[in-house]
């Protein structure tokens, strides 16, 4: 992962400032429903921010919105400082500075690839930005070749370098790797931030994929439904999700209903206990309480009597990821290789000790209660 600048050295001024922001589209095949909702959100200068979540949770809008091929209902997007879009200011996306790499590359068919990665530049503006572009992206001898004469990882690369070349301080990317091969993929997703780096350039990435996001990112937005849910730094992400949902989405993990029992909560699968003093009011609230058990929280064992039965895995290469049914709930579990059920495999679960667990609402750390017993 990319190290950010530290902040103590970075500009006051956030490259990327959205605030108080509402969108919906209108029209006869839209739902009339809120597709962004009161986003509240800074880019750093020379930050690379990956915008995550599940298909249709408003990722793509909201790049479209700060590249200006969407207005906002409400609030305001500056970029380097400057009000581009909001009640008494609006900005084409040709006035913004922005570059922007496509999922489809959209690249000219007709150009070769010289031509496209100069695309962008102004009328006079020196060309030597692109040259450095492509020998940077691997590229050079490339240059009298068209799109469809290229491979999928040289047209990504080519998309970035027409992005990047008339020296833009801001590069939009919506989902770019999702159309390559895997071994491309994760080689392009490596390079990525050095490559904005060299550029002295900041990214916002749109993906769906965690791994993908926290992997490259500097910090990982987590949307759902047109909401923010939190925006933080990969390690924060995992060691404190905001919600139940960005534990959920972003570590895979498990949502077991829960109910405070003197000091204790009881699960179905067993007894948890605050790491520490159970907070005044702790049962108190309107939401359902639920447990955020990651997949490495739970243990099993074959038995024909029990009320689970395993209907999936993955072979993972160092590793199980098995799917177990289990009192109405799907739950994911990462096994060592020993490990060995098969589908429809009866068993038993048990909570691990010494795994980490969460209630929301409210982030409360648990753990295994010691001196309950924990097998279902």
């Known amino acids: 992962m990319r190290i950010a600048q530290p902040s103590s050295e970075l500009p006051l001024r956030p490259q990327v400032e959205l605030s108080g922001l509402w969108h919906r589209y209108r029209g006869p095949a839209s739902s009339g429903d809120w597709t962004l909702r009161a986003i509240d959100f800074q880019l750093r200068p020379g930050e690379l921010v990956g915008l995550l979540g599940p298909s249709g949770c408003g990722k793509t809008t909201l790049l479209r919105l700060i590249a200006g091929f969407e207005r906002p209902d409400r609030g305001v997007v500056r970029i380097g400082g400057q009000e581009v879009a909001g009640p008494q ?39 030597s930005r692109a040259a450095w572009l492509l020998e940077l992206l691997g590229l050079k001898g490339l240059e009298q070749r068209y799109p469809h004469e290229l491979s999928g990882g040289q047209r990504q690369r080519l998309a970035l370098a027409r992005a990047l070349a008339p020296g833009s301080a801001l590069v939009l990317l919506d989902e770019p790797f999702s159309n390559l091969d895997v071994e491309v993929r994760l080689r392009l997703r490596a390079e990525l931030p050095g490559v904005l780096a060299r550029c002295g350039a900041s990214g916002l990435i749109v993906t769906h994929d965690p791994e993908e996001a926290l992997a490259i990112c500097d910090r990982v937005a987590v949307l759902e439904a047109g909401r923010l849910h939190q925006c933080a730094s990969p390690q924060e992400l995992v060691n404190c999700p905001a919600s139940a949902f960005v534990g959920r989405f972003v570590l895979q993990g498990n949502l077991l209903p829960a109910a405070w029992q003197g000091q204790r909560l009881r699960t ?43 209907v999936g895995r993955e072979f993972l290469g160092r590793e199980w990821l098995y799917q177990v049914q289990c009192d109405g709930l799907r739950l994911r579990l990462r096994l060592p290789l020993s490990a060995d059920y098969a589908r429809g495999q009866r068993c038993r679960l048990r909570l691990r000790g010494g795994e980490p667990a969460r209630l929301f609402p409210g982030g409360l750390p648990l753990r295994a209660a010691s001196d309950v017993p924990q097998v279902l």
């Open 268 to 310: 179905p699968l067993g007894w948890l206990e605050p790491e520490g003093a159970q907070p005044d009011g702790a049962d108190v609230g309107e939401e359902p309480l639920q447990v955020l058990l990651s997949p490495q929280g739970l243990e099993l064992f074959p038995d024909e009597a029990a009320e689970a039965w395993v």
């Open 89 to 127: 200011r609006w900005l084409p996306p040709e006035r913004r500075g922005v570059g922007m790499v496509f999922q489809d590359y959209a690249l000219f068919p007709h150009l070769d690839a010289w031509r496209n990665a100069c695309f962008g530049l102004r009328r006079g503006q020196d060309s």
